[in-house]
């Protein structure tokens, strides 16, 4: 009999900021039930109305190395001189029950995930042009100049490593953003490579079986 490997997937979604990231992913929530979205730890403050615990957990920077030495992230990172990271804490539990994770992270952390967790997804959303990304970015209003410049200096140097990923989404409008992303995971639950193999193992006992069947008697 086939079986289907029934463990859920690790999907990484990367893009600059502004590119509409959470937004999609929230979407995403609404349409695809299956899936835990990880919340990350910072270093960084809370910008505008973020929560604590929901948002992120928002930790010093000492708290932060701590966790470091204690090897409680899957990953972490370096991001406009922040650090950000995924708890380990769930996620195997969450994949085990056959719940699709999400994490949202930037480029350095998700090609660390690529080097060492096997078979995880990785997809990147782009904003619409580069304009567009600017203007999105200036009316968060939430930062500095500075900051916000960046942010954009950023993009460029996360946009040049794009074929790293899986698959590449425009986000033009969230709503066909999102389906996209659930469309891609919905193919992926599909691959040939989630085929246990454990199809041959009772191949004589499943013969013999048939051959011994008694409706097959007044043949
Ligand atoms: P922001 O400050 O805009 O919330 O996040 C800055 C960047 O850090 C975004 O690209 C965001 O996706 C990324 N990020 C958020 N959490 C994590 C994490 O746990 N690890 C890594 N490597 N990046 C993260």
């Not at 948002?55 to 708290?63: I, S, V, W």
């Not at 899957?74 to 029950?97: F, S």
């Not at 060492?116 to 580069?130: E, L």
């Not at 454990?198 to 013999?208: C, D, L």
């Amino acid at each position: 009999m086939l079986k289907l490997n029934k463990k859920g997937s690790l999907i990484v979604i990367s893009g600059p900021s502004g590119a509409g990231k959470d937004t999609v992913v929230n979407k995403l929530k609404e349409i695809n039930d299956n899936i835990w979205v990880s919340i990350s730890c910072t270093s960084r403050l809370p910008r505008g109305s973020e929560i604590d615990g929901k948002d992120y957990f928002f930790l010093t920077k000492e708290q932060f190395e701590e966790k470091i030495n204690n090897n409680e992230f899957l990953e972490y990172a370096v991001y406009n001189d922040n650090y950000y990271g995924t708890p380990l804490y769930k996620i195997n539990e969450k994949l085990n029950e056959g719940i699709d994770v999400i994490l949202v992270i930037e480029v350095q952390g998700a090609l660390y995930v690529k080097q060492h967790v096997k078979d995880a997804i990785f997809i990147f959303i782009m904003p619409p042009s580069m304009e567009e990304l600017k203007n999105r970015l200036v009316n968060r209003k939430t930062e500095s100049k500075d900051k916000i410049l960046n942010r954009f200096k950023t993009a460029y140097n996360e946009i040049n490593e794009i074929t790293k990923y899986n698959y590449v989404v425009v986000n033009d409008e969230i709503e066909k953003a999102s389906n996209k992303v659930n469309s891609i995971i919905m193919s992926e639950k599909c691959r040939v490579d989630r085929i246990e193999d454990v199809y041959v193992s009772n191949k004589e006992e499943m013969i013999h079986e048939l051959l011994m069947d008694k409706k097959f008697d007044n043949e």
